[in-house]
């Protein structure tokens, strides 16, 4: 599916945004029809008249352009490069943004904040005003120095701000996005282009994770091969390949029904969420049963579903809800990778790195469950 990109500027008053309003009133207009007299119709005899058909020579119908997804994938980066920290979700915390910028200088990158970012206002969750964090983030996509962009954190705000954006300059001179949580939002509108990123931590919640930090540098300087777990109980046997999607599931949803919904045909789905109760999370995944997109995927990798409380509005555990929606369709489920916001919430698992856009052959036995990336 092609994304239209939406043009930041100075103003943000385009029709295509404005909300739609119902008018108050309808206005009612009484019409008076005259009485007709009945009139009686003789209908004609007619003679039957047969029509040849010419021959005809066969027209080919000129074939409709169909556009196909680039496999854009960016650069590994090397020591001397430059980095941004972006911050189109809620503020930067400037102790926990400190420990960030220290690593990332520490393997040799030079760093570079967003211009909105330390500009929040009152009590507001945001970095800036819309119009600041827009043209903050287009600066730095648009940068040709700056090799990757790292979220400064997630929370909300990308969904306000990834309309107004032209990715026409990073779509032509790619550079690394990462981030999770918020950050979804941007990850679908950018993989759905064709351009990979990565799903991983965030520049104030990586403090003291060595294994996370670890696989985020490999993911940014090398090329991470993939990742293997124990088959579990939930898991479910099977083979795929497709593109690895996704990330959040509420931002997942949020995006439905929009032009900006993430492209699901042929891929294999990766979904995270923390702080929802069963019933929204059933909500969420029904949305996708009955929208037709858990049709389309070729396989579902589960990852931290933290804080999930399955003892408000249904009985039915996480996996249970899953297989639900999937019902008889015989896809692979890889379940429970460490991969979401188990360390913001207890630092009791790492958050591995994720290149989403990217093929995958996922594979699912008795013993192992793993994928692999694809070049």
């Known amino acids: 599916m092609l994304i239209l ?19 108050k009133e309808i206005p009612v207009h009484e019409i ?30 000129e074939q409709a352009e169909v556009w196909v997804r680039p496999d854009i994938r960016p650069a590994p ?33 030079n760093v570079k904040l967003a211009d909105n970012i330390y500009r929040r206002g009152g009590k507001s969750r945001y970095d800036g005003t819309l119009e600041e964090r827009i043209n903050s983030m287009q600066a730095l996509m648009d940068d040709p ?50 351009l990979e990123t990565i799903h991983g931590p965030m520049a104030t919640r990586i403090e003291g994770d060595n294994l996370s930090i670890s696989f985020l540098h490999e993911a940014l300087f090398g090329d991470v091969k993939g990742l293997t777990i124990p088959t579990n109980i939930n898991c479910r046997e099977g083979e795929a390949t497709g593109r690895l999607v996704g990330g959040n599931l509420s931002l997942i949803y949020s995006l439905q029904g929009t032009p900006m919904n993430l492209d699901m045909k042929d891929a294999i789905l990766f979904i995270e969420d923390v702080d929802e109760d069963s ?7 029904q949305n996708l049963l009955l929208s037709g997109k858990l049709d389309e995927i070729a396989g579902i990798i589960v990852g931290q579903f933290t804080n999930f409380d399955d003892a408000k509005g249904m009985d039915l555990s996480l996996p249970a809800l899953i297989y639900s929606k999937i019902g008889d369709r015989q896809i692979p ?13 207890h630092k009791s698992a790492p958050n591995y790195s994720l290149y989403l856009g990217r093929r995958i052959h996922l594979k699912v036995d008795r013993d192992i469950a793993y994928f692999e990336y694809l070049d």
Not at 279 to 284: E, F, V, W
């Open 279 to 285: 019933y929204a999370i059933d909500r969420m995944l």
């Open 77 to 109: 980066l090397q020591r001397g490069d430059t980095i941004g920290i972006f911050a189109i979700s809620n503020y930067a915390d400037s102790a926990a943004l400190a420990y960030g910028i220290s690593l990332f200088q520490d393997w040799g990158l």
């Open 333 to 345: 489920v890889m379940y429970q990778i460490d991969a979401g916001h188990e360390w913001n919430a």
């Open 145 to 194: 120095q700056v090799k990757a962009l790292i979220s400064v954190r997630g929370g909300y705000g990308a969904a306000l701000v990834i309309p107004h954006l032209d990715y026409t300059k990073l779509l032509e001179h790619p550079k690394w996005v990462v981030g999770y949580s918020d950050v979804t939002a941007l990850h679908i509108v950018l993989n759905n282009m064709g």
């Open 32 to 61: 008076e029809v005259p009485q007709a007299d009945t009139v009686e119709a003789v209908l004609a005899a007619v003679d039957t008249v047969v029509t040849a058909m010419a021959d005809t020579d066969t027209v080919q119908a």
């Open 5 to 23: 990109a939406f043009t930041a500027g100075s103003s943000l008053c385009a029709s295509a945004m404005r909300p739609f309003k119902a008018p």
